[in-house]
Structure formats: C-alpha cells, structure tokens
C-alpha cells in the first residue's frame, strides 16, 4: 500500500506542482482513464488538457499534501488547492482507483477553505 500510495501523490505532484502535465500521465495513467468529475473528460490526454487549462490564468496554482490513504485498489489524497500565494485555497479529496499499478479511475470532493469555523479544528 505505500507504494500505491506515493506514486498517486507523486501523480499529482508531477502533474500539478512540477507542471509536467504530460510526463505525470505517460508515467502515471492507465491506457484507460474514467474521469467522474463533471468538469473533466475521459482519457489521459484529456487529464493534460484539464491541468493546462488553469494555468494561463493561475501560474501559482499549487497542490499542498496533506495525507493519503490506501485500501485495495483504491487511494485517496486529501490536499489543499492553492490558486494564488497566500490563499485559503480549496480542500480537495481525490479519490483513485488503480489497475496494475496505474490510475484508472478518478473522482473528487472539492470545497472552498472557510474562513470562519464553527470549531477550532481546522479542515485539514
């Protein structure tokens, strides 16, 4: 599970915080890739489209990790979205599914980092 674990938040270590789109996915994706979120297409070339999308618009967009857990053929990485420096950002929960040690499934949580909260936990 460790392994499945790093190479998923590798993923999009690569992906995002390298931008290296297209390495992210030669290396990281399988042949197939069934994307669940409503914003994004299917297959890996449609996943390197969706990460040079935002940039243009937010070159200091950035992935802070947080934890990931791994069970099966599944992992999940909980991480902080940043669009700009200093932003609250977005707390964002990734869910994979792997096959033969490739991501082949993806579907994701996203929410905006509250300002105020109702405790004195934080989101992450």
Known sequence: MPTTRRSSSR??????????????????????????????????????????????????????FKRAVAEGDLVVTHSNLHFERGDRGMAVADFWRLADGKIVEHWDVIQEVPEKSANDNTIF
């Open 11 to 64: 993923f999009y270590e690569q992906a995002f915080n390298d931008y290296q789109p297209e390495e992210a996915a030669a290396a990281h994706l399988g042949d197939s890739y069934i994307q669940h979120n409503p914003e994004a297409h299917d297959s890996p070339q449609a996943f390197v489209g969706y990460v040079h999308w935002p940039r243009g618009k937010f070159p200091d967009l950035r992935l802070d």
